[in-house]
Structures are given as structure tokens and as C-alpha cells.
């Protein structure tokens, strides 16, 4: 079945600690996004990629970075820069930015 | 700028109790306005999309309307697994991304 993996679904952070969430899809869409989910903020877009080899700045982009070396695959690594990581964090994948979204199943973060 | 705004924040309906949610957007140029039914712990599932005014879409017990400034998802006769977080989404004027409302959490009891 098409669909978008997530992993871990559980993941505790040390200070100071960098730590790389995983997303894949096998969905072969050009678009991926990841988002962060706070209770009572909605969905925060915090980087999204249109294509493989480029990515943008979403509206909180800051203490995070992603790569997208391959069309499969966005990690998003969690940096000591960002000092309230703790969250529910979405990857999400679309045919194009304009069009519904497919989400995984999310990874929560937690700090030690 | 590019807004979204669901409410009610939080809906309480007793079993077969009908209501509506309500999604207002300000983004111009419409390019289609998304539905998903999230579940604690979980991704949000995609529902629906409207892409024109006075277009309708249903699925089981719920049903999803557009006007030029707001959509509604109307629940006929709710049963207790319908409760969930409905969030309503539209593409960003640029085209970049979905901007997400905050979400309507609906409870039904039996």
C-alpha cells in the first residue's frame, strides 16, 4: 500500500542534543512538507520541499534543517538551536503544493 | 495575509444530534479548500476538496460546502466514532503551501 512512514513514533531529546526525525513515501509525489503540532496552535509549516535537491523555509523554520536528497525521503533534524522542541511533528507529501495533502502518522519529541 | 478560522473551537452532540462546523478563509483566488478528520495520536486523514462555490461534497454522515468566503462540514445524525479533530486547509496565495485552521474537536456521546 501507497502511504508516508514516520519513525520513531516516540523520541526523547537530551540538552544540547541534535536528533533526526525520518519521513519516507512511496507515494512518488514531488512535494514534501513537515509541520509541527502544538495543542490549541493548529498545524505549523516549518520546511517544505517542491522537488529533490531544494527546499524552503516554512513560518518556523528556525532551530530546524531538512535535506531532500532523494524524492522518497525528507528527514528533519531537530537542532540544540531549538529550545521548546517538544511536539507532535507531521511529514506530509502532496503531487504539488497546491493540491491535498497525505500526512504519516507523526513522531512525538520529547525532552529529557 | 493568508488566514483560516474554524469554529467552533470545541463541539459537544449527543448521538444523532445534527450540527455544522464552520471554516472562514481570506485567502484570494481560491485554488481549492481541503477537509481532513484527525484522530489523537495520529495523522489527519484527508476528506474532502471544493474547489468552487455552491459545490458539495458528502461521505457517509458528513457533508462539506463551499461559498466564496466559508465552508461547512455538516454531520447528519453523528454516531460516537465520529469524534474527532476536523481541520480545514487552502493553498497559500503564493501557492507554496496549505495554510491549516486550528481545528474544530468534535465529541459525540452516546
Known amino acids: 500500500d501507497g502511504g508516508i512512514t514516520q519513525s520513531p513514533k516516540y523520541l526523547f531529546r537530551k540538552e544540547g542534543q541534535n536528533v533526526t526525525l525520518s519521513c519516507e513515501q512511496n507515494?512518488?509525489?514531488?512535494?514534501m512538507y513537515w509541520y509541527r503540532q502544538d495543542p490549541g496552535q493548529g498545524l505549523r509549516l516549518i520546511y517544505y520541499?517542491?522537488?529533490?535537491?531544494?527546499?524552503q523555509k516554512g513560518d518556523i523554520a528556525e532551530g530546524y534543517s531538512v535535506s531532500r536528497e532523494k524524492k522518497e525521503s525528507f528527514p528533519l533534524t531537530v537542532t540544540s538551536a531549538q529550545k521548546n522542541p517538544t511536539a507532535f511533528y507531521l511529514c506530509?507529501?502532496?503531487?504539488?503544493?497546491?493540491?491535498?495533502?497525505?500526512f504519516g502518522d507523526g513522531t512525538r519529541l520529547s525532552i529529557l | 495575509e493568508d488566514q483560516v478560522t474554524q469554529s467552533p473551537e470545541a463541539l459537544r452532540l449527543q448521538e444523532g444530534e445534527s450540527s455544522s462546523l464552520n471554516c472562514s478563509y481570506t485567502?484570494?483566488?481560491?485554488?481549492?479548500l481541503f477537509w481532513y478528520r484527525q484522530d489523537p495520536g495520529k495523522g489527519p486523514e484527508f476528506l474532502f476538496t471544493?474547489?468552487?462555490a455552491g459545490e458539495e461534497k458528502e461521505k457517509e454522515r458528513l457533508k462539506a460546502t463551499l461559498t466564496k468566503k466559508e465552508s461547512f462540514l455538516h454531520i447528519t445524525a453523528p454516531k460516537p466514532e465520529d469524534s474527532a479533530t476536523y481541520l480545514c486547509?487552502?493553498?497559500?496565495?503564493?501557492?507554496?503551501?496549505?495554510?491549516f485552521g486550528k481545528g474544530t474537536t468534535l465529541s459525540v456521546s452516546s
Open positions: 506530509a507529501s502532496s503531487i504539488a503544493t497546491d493540491q491535498p495533502q497525505h
Open positions: 471544493l474547489y468552487s
Open positions: 486547509a487552502v493553498p497559500r496565495k503564493a501557492g507554496t503551501a496549505l495554510i
Open positions: 520541499s517542491q522537488i529533490v535537491n531544494d527546499f
Open positions: 485567502v484570494s483566488g481560491l485554488r481549492g
Open positions: 507515494l512518488n509525489h514531488d512535494a
